[in-house]
């Protein structure tokens, strides 16, 4: 009866296997990026959670205000320029990760976006990414990589600097 109780004790309780996720239940995933052929750490290896969010909230406070200044000068109602803030963000992510990989909030935070073929993103690639980064939902399903729909759609990763 006692062996029944410590062989009970070793295992997780079930709430904490689907609480936790695959790796709380025993499941062995390897680290994130591995499957990609990136490195563990350092320049290169995917970038965090942290990192990534606080570059969108920066990325998005500066569309705040280029839209705030733009609806002072043209005299945008309020939903006017929460969508002029959508439309700029959409914009800047969309151009400067085509035309050189990272983002002001990005670079700000150490990350770029790369293409798993080791080419440019480009405009058609950045314009997809972008367009699914702005509709929100697509960009917070994330796989065990920590890659959004928005990167595996455009064939990309955010990794360290």
């Known amino acids: ?9 070793a295992r997780p309780r079930w709430t904490q296997t689907w609480l936790g996720g695959a ?15 990136l490195p563990e750490s350092g320049s290169g290896a995917v ?17 705040t205000l280029v839209a705030s200044g733009l609806a002072a000068a043209l005299d945008w109602s309020a939903p006017q320029r ?11 992510a969309w151009l400067l990760t085509a035309t050189i990989g990272t983002t002001i909030g990005k670079r700000l935070c150490g990350v770029r976006v790369v293409r798993l073929d080791g080419r440019p993103v480009g405009f058609l690639m950045g314009f997809a990414r972008s367009l699914l980064l702005v509709l929100v939902v697509p960009a917070l399903i994330w796989d065990r990589d920590y890659r959004g729909m928005h990167d595996r759609a455009s064939n990309t990763a955010v990794v360290n600097i």
Request: net charge positive; hydrophobic share 45%; charged share 20%.
């Open 1 to 9: 009866m006692s062996g029944g109780k410590e062989q009970q004790a």
């Open 23 to 37: 790796r709380a239940a025993g499941a062995d995933l390897g680290r994130p990026g591995e499957r990609l052929g």
């Open 47 to 63: 970038a965090s959670y942290g990192r990534r969010l606080l570059a969108l909230f920066i990325d998005w406070a500066l569309s």
């Open 82 to 92: 929460s969508l002029g803030t959508l439309v700029i963000f959409g914009l800047q």
